[in-house]
């Protein structure tokens, strides 16, 4: 028996979002007479961070503190449209649509500040604190919050926005079949390190080095957290997890965590990550998407490693032992390709 | 069916209840007492999300008749909390950045209390050994296990 190791490397070029019919999201801000706002979605939060980001644009947008905005994900019944949350559309797509509903709520709540304060309301400017004031007299202010008290109570206007934004629906060239599926691309390469057994067809991680350009990172932290986590559930797709276990006959399939497999924490390796920030011009400020791309270089370069360390193609996934012993076999042993 | 009558300790508090025979520890804690921390992963003993403490020990609620706790001592995350001030373990999960959706993390938290209950100053092999019995879709355990070591790091400066 024999560890061979093995090193291979994957690129990829990833579309922001999808446009089969045109892919648009909605949003709606409008403030309390508490002087907080409240941005209605339905695009839902699952964990990757949909909220803190949205809620994070909002507020950058209104000027305002971000204690002072609330997000709420919680109906799609009653919330304005979203397409949902999947192609790593969420921060480009919804995050453009709070930008313009925060937008639009902004200039009410400037009039209105500029009605309380006597004044034009192209002179005025936020703090970033919860202030309105004169452009060059912060002595002449009033909180965010008496705005929305004298929006409400003595001006009767609504400091509120919509927003919506709409990848419209592309146009294919029908001489030339061309079209433009995104308006915005992210890109990622991966190397792999893995480890197999030509005993037993067990693969193992050895090691990832990953850098990943998704325009401007709006959360880091989030960010990391995104890439960290999905490129193990690209592992878990490459090696282990599968509903139909012999597709097209669907025998066999998994019932329970038993019998569908997933990494457990023994099973992780060292993960090397360089985000790398180039702004996209229709994204919200600058942001792209990290969100499904994180997993999708880590399949080929899990599938190439293996190839450069027993010489065997496995272009099924997942890449079972089973299928790995079986290819060994076939082509009578394992053969160690160079390494380059 | 004939119900049985069973008391023992939940968080502190002594609780008593009427259970079905066979009801497991998992269905009693939630529904009958209402506790809705331990989470109803799988049902057989494949994930973790479960977890909760008996008489200090490490045990999936799933697996375990509620008869079998009468007197004893049963702890979940819901004892964690302090009004609003987090538990240590906690914290440092939030400052890891050790949950994404969530549904691990009352598993996640009761293993990790449980290891470092006994063991305060644990290798990272023992972080990982101690959690394997959790399955985490989201974080790629990383950030949990970090999460751990910052919490027994910050125990051992208090
Ligand atoms: S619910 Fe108990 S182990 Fe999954
Ligand atoms: S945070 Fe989602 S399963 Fe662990």
């Excluded at chain 2, 939030?94 to 305060?120: I, S, V």
């Amino acid at each position: 028996m024999t560890r061979h190791h093995g090193r291979g490397i994957a690129s990829i070029n990833y579309p922001i979002g999808m446009n089969l019919g045109g892919d648009p999201s909605q949003a709606l801000v409008h403030s309390n007479p508490s002087g907080k706002f409240t941005v209605a979605l339905s695009s839902i939060d699952l964990g990757q961070g949909m909220k803190s980001v949205t809620r994070q644009i909002c507020a950058e947008t209104l000027g305002v503190p971000v204690e002072d905005v609330y997000v709420d994900t919680a109906d799609s019944d009653t919330g304005p449209h979203c397409m949902g949350s999947f192609a790593s559309r969420g921060t480009h797509r919804v995050g453009n649509a709070v930008m313009a509903a925060a937008r639009e709520a902004r200039g009410v709540m400037m009039e209105a500040a500029a009605e309380e304060l006597e004044v034009n309301a192209a002179d005025l400017e936020t703090d970033g604190r919860g202030n309105i004031h004169v452009k060059g007299a912060p002595h002449r202010s009033i909180s965010t919050k008496d705005v929305a008290i004298a929006a409400q109570f003595k001006q009767g206007r609504t400091i509120s926005g919509r927003g919506i934004f709409l990848v419209p629906l592309s146009d294919v060239d029908p001489e030339t079949g061309e079209m433009s599926p995104a308006t915005c691309y992210a890109h990622a390469c991966l190397v792999a390190e893995v480890e197999v057994d030509d005993e037993t067809g067990e693969v193992s991680m050895v090691r990832m080095d990953s850098a990943y350009e998704l325009g401007r990172a709006l959360n880091p932290r989030l960010v990391e957290q995104q890439l960290v986590g999905g490129a193990w559930m690209g592992v878990s797709h490459a090696l282990y997890e599968t509903t139909e276990p012999y597709y097209p006959n669907p025998a066999h399939g998994p019932r329970d965590f038993v019998d569908y497999l997933m990494p457990g924490p023994g099973n992780i390796c060292p993960h090397d990550i360089a985000v790398l920030e180039r702004p996209a011009a229709d994204g919200p400020f600058g942001a792209k998407g990290p969100g499904e791309m994180c997993a999708n270089p880590v399949l080929p370069a899990v599938a190439n490693a293996i190839f450069n360390a027993v010489g065997v193609r496995i272009d099924e996934l997942p890449i079972t032992p089973e299928k790995v012993l079986r290819a060994i076999k076939a082509q009578g042993g394992a053969r160690p390709q160079p390494r380059r | 069916m004939a119900k049985t009558a069973l008391q023992f300790r939940h968080n502190g508090r002594d609780v008593a209840i009427f259970v079905d025979g066979g009801v497991n520890l998992l269905l009693a804690l939630r529904e009958l007492i209402g506790d809705m921390t331990p989470k109803f992963g799988c049902g057989q003993g494949g994930c973790g999300a479960c977890s909760v403490l008996i008489d200090g020990e490490l045990h999936l609620s799933c697996l375990t008749l509620a008869e079998t706790v009468a007197g004893r001592s049963v702890e979940t995350l819901e004892s964690m909390k302090d009004g609003p001030n987090l538990h240590p373990l906690q914290r440092a999960f939030a400052d890891n950045f050790a949950a994404q959706c969530g549904y691990c993390t009352p598993g996640m938290l009761m293993a990790a209390k449980a290891l470092l209950d006994r063991n305060p100053q644990p290798s990272r092999a023992e972080v990982v050994e101690a959690i394997s019995g959790n399955i985490c879709r989201c974080t790629g355990y990383e950030p949990i296990i970090n999460a751990v070591l910052a919490a027994s790091a910050s125990r051992a400066r208090a």
